[in-house]
T-cell receptor
Framework: GAGVSQTPSNKVTEKGKYVELRCDPI?????LYWYRQSLGQGPEFLIY????????DSGLPNDRFFAVRPEGSVSTLKIQRTERGDSAVYLC???????????????FGPGTRLTVL | AQSVSQHNHHVILSEAASLELGCNYS??????LFWYVQYPGQHLQLLLK??????LVKGIKGFEAEFIKSKFSFNLRKPSVQWSDTAEYFC???????????????FGKGTHLIIQP
């Protein structure tokens, strides 16, 4: 596609529920990133995929958060037993290779606004 | 781990004024530096980036930034702002070739810039 797309754009859920957030990267981009942006803060890195594998998941806050990218394109961020503190905008980005020593431009999607009641 | 500080959280300027937004990072090794912008209702997009060479980097829409290694700074500048520059500006850094985190960006908290006509 022309850019990174994310669905849904908004998600409201209740505390304790499970949610899945989807990211469609730019076609052909092998690197994919998830970030979380809380109100008044900059985006916070969660996880980075190189192809199908998670090359760096050091930013995932705890084991309730998990992400997959089974075919090396679309990725799903999964949050179990959601808590009110998980409320934030979840951003996805992709870059062409992710192998240029960090110099690749990351192209961001519009984000999914998650609200946990 | 690296961190990024943006000292001005809110800046209000009149059209045609000159702009300088501060950004300092903390990391002793080689870094890649980025400025991203988020216009109202739009997603994050890259303004400019630095990874090597001339420390004065020119980006889109007349923006530039200067990398000063001794000061760990990467300030964003524009000689004459326009009303359309109203947006949120984020400085970001990554550290290439570090273990477990070469490509994930570390963002500052952002500067909300308002240009008054």
């Amino acid at each position: 596609g022309a850019g990174v797309s994310q669905t849904p754009s908004n998600k409201v859920t209740e505390k304790g529920k499970y949610v899945e957030l989807r990211c469609d990267p730019i076609s052909g981009h092998t690197a994919l990133y998830w970030y979380r942006q809380s109100l008044g803060q900059g985006p916070e890195f969660l996880i980075y995929f190189q192809g199908t594998g998670a090359a760096d998941d050091s930013g995932l806050p705890n084991d309730r958060f998990f992400a997959v990218r089974p075919e090396g394109s679309v990725s799903t961020l999964k949050i179990q037993r959601t808590e009110r503190g998980d409320s934030a905008v979840y951003l996805c980005a992709s870059s062409a290779t992710g192998l240029a020593g960090g110099t690749d431009t990351q192209y961001f999607g519009p984000g999914t606004r998650l609200t946990v009641l | 781990a690296q961190s990024v500080s943006q000292h001005n959280h809110h800046v209000i300027l009149s059209e045609a004024a000159s702009l300088e937004l501060g950004c300092n990072y903390s990391y002793g090794g080689t870094v890649n530096l980025f400025w991203y912008v988020q216009y109202p209702g739009q997603h994050l997009q890259l303004l400019l980036k630095y990874f090597s060479g001339d420390p004065l980097v020119k980006g889109i829409k007349g923006f530039e930034a200067e990398f000063i290694k001794s000061k760990f700074s990467f300030n964003l500048r524009k000689p004459s702002v326009q009303w359309s520059d109203t947006a949120e500006y984020f400085c970001a850094v990554n550290a290439p070739w570090t273990v477990g985190g070469a490509d994930g960006l570390t963002f500052g908290k952002g500067t909300h810039l308002i240009i008054q006509p």
